[in-house]
C-alpha cells in the first residue's frame, strides 16, 4: 500500500495527484509530519521523509499529514495549501509526529519567534500520541522544554557521514546493525551524561560523533535524532555549497569545513583548490565555477534507515490496536517485536561500513 500525503481535498501519492482509496483510519496509520524547513528546503524535506516512510511501510497504509509551526510563508500558494496552520493540529486525531528541525535563528532556543508554539506542541505530543519522532534541532527544543537540557555549542559544524554502534536491545533496534552510517549537519550537541541523568535511553553513539538517537518512555514515546537519516545522497553536498555561498556574499566569516567521510578523494581536491581560489577573492560570482558533485556518495544509510523506521510503523500499529481493544491486522508476514518497549533478539553481526571512496 502507498504512504499518501494528505493535503486536504486532494490527495497526493509520494510525487504528484492521485485517488486515495485509504482503508479506515482505524487500519491506518495515521502520521502529522510537522515541517518546519523554509520554503526553499520544504518541498525537498517533505520528500525525503515520505521517500524514507514508503521504503518503510512495505504492506502498511500510512497516511501523512502535513503541517509546520508558521504554515506556508506568504506568497507561497502551495505551501498554504499542503501546510495548513498548526492550530488544525490540536483536534485532530493521529497516532504519531514528525517534527523536523529547521536552521536556527537565535542564539538561544527560548529566543525562537516559534518556541511557545513548539513547547505546545511538546506537550500536546506527550498527551495526544503514540509516538512522535524529533528530529535535530526540535530533539534540542524537546528536551529542553521537557527536562531543561541544553544544547551545546560544537566548535565547529558537525557534517559529513559518521559510523554509530548500535548500543541498545531497545525493540526499535530490532534487526539493525552493530554499526552504521547516519549523516550528521549541526552546529550544537547534547552530551550522553545530561540525557541519561534525565532518563533517556541512547540508542546509538559514536567516539566521534556522539550519541545520534535516543528515546524516552512516558504516555507516548518520544525518539529524537541528532542526525538525519531521511537525508537523500545529495544532501549534505547541497548544505556545503549553500555554505560556501554565504561564505562568499560575506555572510559568514569563516569558509566552511568539508563534510566528514563523504566526498571521494578526487571530489576533494577539487574542492580544496575551488577553497584557495575563494580565500584569495571572495566574490559570490565565484560560485558558478563551484565544483559539480561528479562522483554521488552511496547512500549507505538507507537500508538501516528503513529499518528502524519500519520498526517504529509496526510498534505504532500494535501500540494502536491494543488501544483501542481492536485485534491487530498482521501488516507484515514476518515476526515483530511486541512493542516500542519490549527487548529484541540479539543483534546481527557484522558492520554497516560506508561505501564512499573518501571514508
Not at 493521529?94 to 537565535?106: C, F, Q, S
Not at 507516548?220 to 531521511?230: A, N, Y
Request: charged share 25%; with cysteine; hydrophobic share 40%.
Amino acid at each position: 500500500m502507498p504512504v499518501i500525503l494528505d493535503r486536504g481535498p486532494a490527495g497526493y501519492g509520494l510525487f504528484g495527484p492521485q485517488p486515495i482509496a485509504a482503508p479506515s483510519s482505524s487500519r491506518a496509520i495515521e502520521v502529522a509530519l510537522i515541517n518546519n524547513m523554509p520554503d526553499s528546503a520544504r518541498k525537498a524535506t517533505e520528500e525525503q521523509f515520505a521517500t524514507l516512510l514508503t521504503r518503510a511501510a512495505g504492506d502498511m497504509f500510512v497516511r501523512v499529514r502535513l503541517f509546520s509551526l508558521a504554515g506556508g510563508e506568504p506568497g507561497d500558494a502551495r505551501s498554504r495549501q499542503a501546510y495548513p496552520p498548526i492550530g488544525r493540529l490540536w483536534d485532530s486525531k493521529v497516532d504519531a509526529l514528525i517534527v523536523t528541525g529547521t536552521e536556527p535563528r537565535a542564539a538561544a532556543l527560548p529566543d525562537e519567534p516559534y518556541w511557545s508554539t513548539l513547547t505546545r506542541l511538546v506537550d500536546w505530543a506527550e498527551r495526544s500520541t503514540i509516538s512522535t519522532i524529533w528530529s535535530c534541532l526540535a530533539a534540542h527544543a524537546a528536551v529542553l522544554h521537557r527536562d531543561g537540557i541544553r544544547r551545546r555549542a560544537l566548535p565547529q559544524k558537525r557534517s559529513g557521514l559518521f559510523e554509530f554502534d548500535n548500543t541498545s536491545d531497545h525493540a526499535l533496534m530490532t534487526g539493525m546493525p552493530a554499526r552504521f552510517i547516519v549523516p550528521h549537519s549541526r552546529q550544537n550537541d547534547l552530551h550522553e551524561s545530561d540525557l541519561t541523568s534525565c532518563g533517556y535511553g541512547v540508542l546509538s553513539r559514536s567516539a566521534d560523533a556522539g550519541v545520534d538517537t535516543f528515546v524516552k518512555d512516558s504516555r507516548s514515546t518520544f525518539v529524537f535524532f541528532q542526525g538525519h537519516p531521511e537525508y537523500t545522497a545529495e544532501t549534505l553536498f547541497r548544505e556545503y555549497r549553500r555554505d560556501v555561498a554565504r561564505f562568499l556574499k560575506l555572510e559568514k566569516d569563516a569558509y566552511p569545513a568539508m563534510p566528514v567521510g563523504y566526498f571521494s578523494a578526487e571530489m576533494r581536491n577539487r574542492l580544496m583548490a575551488f577553497r584557495r581560489r575563494a580565500l584569495a577573492r571572495p566574490n559570490p560570482d565565484a560560485l558558478a565555477d563551484f565544483p559539480i558533485l561528479a562522483d554521488q556518495p552511496a547512500k549507505s544509510w538507507s537500508r538501516p534507515a528503513a529499518r528502524f523506521y519500519r520498526n517504529w510503523l509496526v510498534s505504532i500499529s500494535q501500540q494502536k490496536a491494543a488501544r483501542t481493544g481492536g485485534i491487530a491486522e498482521s501488516f507484515q508476514r514476518s515476526r515483530r517485536p511486541p512493542g516500542i518497549t519490549a527487548s529484541r533478539p540479539p543483534r546481527a553481526s557484522g558492520a554497516a561500513r560506508s561505501q564512499d571512496a573518501g571514508t
